[in-house]
T-cell receptor, first 115, second 112 residues
Framework: DTAVSQTPKYLVTQMGNDKSIKCEQNLGHDTMYWYKQDSKKFLKIMFS???????INETVPNRFSPKSPDKAHLNLHINSLELGDSAVYFC??????????????FGPGTRLLVL | AQSVTQLGSHVSVSEGALVLLRCNYS??????LFWYVQYPNQGLQLLLKYTTGATLVKGINGFEAEFKKSETSFHLTKPSAHMSDAAEYFC??????????FGTGTQLKVEL
């Protein structure tokens, strides 16, 4: 029933490890996003995929690699985790339309803590 | 490029009082403006948005916002605060593409 879901909800790991976060949307949207929310609650876009094609790639370390196996899924893999990667990661989706202004629907977030 | 400034990282009101959360934007193209709410340990939920047309936009839970181009503002209001309104509120802008730029957020506290 959930529109945008993420797994896991919580992730605690050691520095240097590799981890993945998964996102799925059942809204039939063609575009998906990853956002990072830092400890001060500042939200910043990381990536966006439209129909499995990368369309937004902000200045993000290349340790972060998004993968979109199909329109409904967008996963985020993080290599060699660092303390500064600790944050809440949100997945979102939208249906792009001519002229813009579409609503982005957010998942519940994945709280990543790197020790 | 677009940017958003939210004045006041913390706002406190009494239950039943007017809620006013301020948002000013900067955009080189006609903006689309959004207000999202985030409850503790949850994702973001859209309250309302302005795309084109009527400048006074009504959203969920009794919130509304007015787009004022001359003031580059999109302030969020609610006539009477309820305890359940306590949350983090984010103003966001996009310039026709799908890249949302968020403000730094305003934490709303509602006191008895």
């Amino acid at each position: 029933d959930t529109a945008v879901s993420q797994t896991p909800k919580y992730l605690v790991t050691q520095m240097g490890n590799d981890k993945s976060i998964k996102c799925e949307q059942n809204l039939g949207h063609d575009t998906m996003y990853w956002y990072k929310q830092d400890s001060k609650k500042f939200l910043k876009i990381m990536f966006s995929y439209n129909n499995k094609e990368l369309i937004i790639n902000e200045t993000v370390p290349n340790r972060f690699s998004p993968k979109s196996p199909d329109k409904a899924h967008l996963n985020l893999h993080i290599n060699s985790l660092e303390l500064g990667d600790s944050a809440v990661y949100f997945c979102a989706s939208s249906q792009v339309r001519a002229g813009g202004g579409e609503t982005q629907y957010f998942g519940p977030g994945t709280r990543l803590l790197v020790l | 490029a677009q940017s958003v400034t939210q004045l006041g990282s913390h706002v406190s009101v009494s239950e039943g009082a007017l809620v006013l959360l301020r948002c000013n934007y900067s955009s080189s193209v006609p903006p689309y403006l959004f207000w999202y709410v985030q409850y503790p340990n949850q994702g973001l939920q859209l309250l309302l948005k302005y795309t084109t047309g009527a400048t006074l936009v009504k959203g969920i839970n009794g919130f509304e916002a007015e787009f004022k181009k001359s003031e580059t503002s999109f302030h969020l209001t609610k006539p009477s605060a309820h305890m359940s309104d306590a949350a983090e509120y984010f103003c966001a802008v996009t310039g026709g593409g799908n890249k949302l730029t968020f403000g730094t957020g305003t934490q709303l506290k509602v006191e008895l």
